[in-house]
T-cell receptor, first 110, second 118 residues
């Protein structure tokens, strides 16, 4: 299994762009990279997924370098409501298994 | 579209007692997961079902935990007997992927069942 490493926590201010990097040195050829967001007392929620290069949706962007050994979740102009824990997953997608790491606790300040 | 339903939301029991959690996945979702989330940690996969068959239960403490998925739809997770360290939120998730397909990674989670063992 590809283990992921993320910063334990990050602080930001409203309106700033936030970049959270995840390291996954042992990622397999068929693995996709998926990010989830979790608010207190709620289950995780899917944010974005990618395989290589860049993916963008209405919520975030995901940057993946050519070697795929890391990925960066970019949240544009964060607000207080983006305060949450963000998880990076690299799963055995061919076998449909998803393991969460410890996540990054993002604290957005006014 | 209805989301993943879980019950009960909260449960308090004493150690050595038993408890059961129920999950109803999103209609049509073939894959169902049970995760355990201890306060301050990421969710830990306990068991994964594909329809009514088990795909992965490598992290399920089988001496005390059991799970079943009846007719490939609803699922029940049971703990017997409970220990203090079982205090956690038990999350159920589902995804659409069925047998022979690749799961894209979008899991839909319920709100969880919070267990406190005294």
């Amino acid at each position: 299994l590809a283990k992921t490493t993320q910063p334990i926590s990050m602080d930001s201010y409203e309106g700033q762009e936030v970049n959270i990097t995840c390291s996954h040195n042992n990622i397999a050829t068929n693995d996709y990279i998926t990010w989830y967001q979790q608010f207190p007392s709620q289950g995780p929620r899917f944010i974005i997924q990618g395989y290589k290069t860049k993916v963008t949706n209405e919520v975030a962007s995901l940057f993946i370098p050519a070697d795929r050994k890391s990925s960066t979740l970019s949240l544009p102009r964060v607000s207080l409501s983006d305060t949450a824990v963000y998880y990076c997953l690299v799963g055995l997608y061919n076998f449909n298994k998803f393991y969460f790491g410890s996540g990054t606790k993002l604290n957005v300040k006014p | 579209e209805a989301g993943v339903a879980q019950s009960p939301r909260y449960k308090i029991i004493e150690k050595r007692q038993s408890v059961a959690f129920w999950c109803n996945p999103i209609s049509g979702h073939a894959t169902l997961y049970w995760y355990q989330q201890i306060l301050g940690q990421g969710p830990k996969l306990l068991i994964q079902f594909q329809n009514n068959g088990v795909v992965d239960d490598s992290q399920l403490p089988k001496d005390r935990f059991s799970a079943e998925r009846l007719k490939g739809v609803d699922s029940t997770l049971k703990i017997q007997p409970a220990k203090l360290e079982d205090s956690a939120v038990y999350l159920c998730a589902s995804s659409w992927a069925g047998t022979g397909t690749t799961n894209t990674g979008e899991l839909f989670f319920g709100e969880g069942s919070r267990l406190t063992v005294l």
